[in-house]
Antibody, heavy 122, light 107 residues
Framework: QVQLVESGGGVVQPGGSLRLSCAASGFTFSSYGMHWVRQAPGKGLEWVAVIWDDGNKNYYADSVKGRFTISRDNSKNTLYLQMNRLRAEDTAVYHC???????????????WGQGTPVSVSS | EIVLTQSPATLSLSPGERATLSCRASQSVSSYLAWYQQKPGQAPRLLIYDASNRATGIPARFSGSGSGTDFTLTISSLEPEDFALYYCQQRSSWPLTFGGGTKVEIK
């Protein structure tokens, strides 16, 4: 069955960096767009970024543009999120999610990983 | 950015009752709207996409309707496992956005 397992979260000081990973299995990873979605403690959902199946196109939320970079390694079935210049407001659980569609993202999320927590605090 | 407003914030109902959740968009999203269910400590699950299409494995008691700016998620007869948080999400334009959520709680 489809599995998405995130890792790499932790506690980091403001201005610091983290790289999140999402290991995918149970489907042809290279055939799907992938997303990162985050959820701040006790808050709702916020879409962060999307990357096309071949990695050649991506979009970001304005709140992370210029600080976060989404990437993928299709040979390793792994999605990444490089997070730089972290702020307190980036504190959240970060979920990776497969796109509902195929090579061109449909921009719905199905399924989701359980998430990895990121805390930005001094 | 398209803002999605969900109402009510909390819906208190009993098992077997009908639940009607609303999502209103700040501008037309055509039919490009999805609904997700989230239970405590779990990842969200896709229920409905493109306003009215049930995702794989979703029971028939869940249905979606609407287009343009007004959308509804209906749960025809609440089962104990349906008490959860529900979010709507639009894909009409960037950035992709979610509503603030409706909590369906046991009365």
């Amino acid at each position: 069955q489809v599995q998405l397992v995130e890792s790499g979260g932790g506690v980091v000081q403001p201005g610091g960096s983290l790289r999140l990973s999402c290991a995918a299995s149970g489907f042809t990873f290279s055939s799907y767009g992938m997303h990162w979605v985050r959820q701040a403690p006790g808050k709702g959902l916020e879409w962060v970024a999307v990357i096309w199946d071949d990695g050649n196109k991506n979009y970001y939320a304005d709140s992370v543009k210029g600080r976060f970079t989404i990437s993928r390694d299709n040979s390793k079935n792994t999605l990444y999120l490089q997070m730089n210049r972290l702020r307190a407001e980036d504190t959240a659980v970060y979920h990776c999610a497969r796109d509902l569609g195929g090579s061109t993202p449909y921009n719905y999320f199905d399924p989701w990983g359980q998430g990895t927590p990121v805390s930005v605090s001094s | 950015e398209i803002v999605l407003t969900q109402s009510p914030a909390t819906l208190s109902l009993s098992p077997g009752e009908r639940a009607t959740l609303s999502c209103r968009a700040s501008q037309s999203v055509s039919s490009y709207l999805a609904w997700y269910q989230q239970k405590p400590g779990q990842a969200p699950r896709l229920l409905i996409y493109d306003a009215s299409n049930r995702a794989t494995g979703i029971p028939a008691r869940f249905s979606g309707s609407g287009s343009g700016t007004d959308f509804t998620l209906t749960i025809s007869s609440l089962e104990p496992e349906d008490f959860a948080l529900y979010y709507c999400q639009q894909r009409s334009s960037w950035p992709l956005t979610f509503g603030g959520g409706t909590k369906v709680e046991i009365k």
